[in-house]
């Protein structure tokens, strides 16, 4: 049995440099990245974190199945509002440190997931 890895077209999250991430030939410290683009991001603090702080990834068409949100250095709970708000549109929402949301990009990616990442910055 021959098997193929298959892997996705789009941005690709390449390593860490100081507080940011590195993306194809760019840095960026607060990252929203979709299977379209990467754009630097400058989010409201975690606990106010809303719907408008992540709309560029909510008007993805199709919409994506979840958003990874890198929330720093260690996890923080986004509010219960937007996971609420999210959720009433079919997209999760999945809160972990911003260093291993980036490693799940790479990883659902290739899997060829429609996903969305917003990514606070490090340290």
Sequence with gaps: MKMERRSADGPVISGFAGRGFRVDENVYEGLLISPERADGWAPSPIGE???ADLAPLLALDPPPEFILLGTGD????????????LGARGIGLEAMDSRAAARAWGVLRAELR????ALYPLG
């Design 74 to 85: 260690t996890l923080v709970r986004p509010p219960l509002a937007l996971t609420k708000a």
């Design 49 to 51: 974190l809303g719907e």
């Design 114 to 117: 429609w996903v969305g990442g």
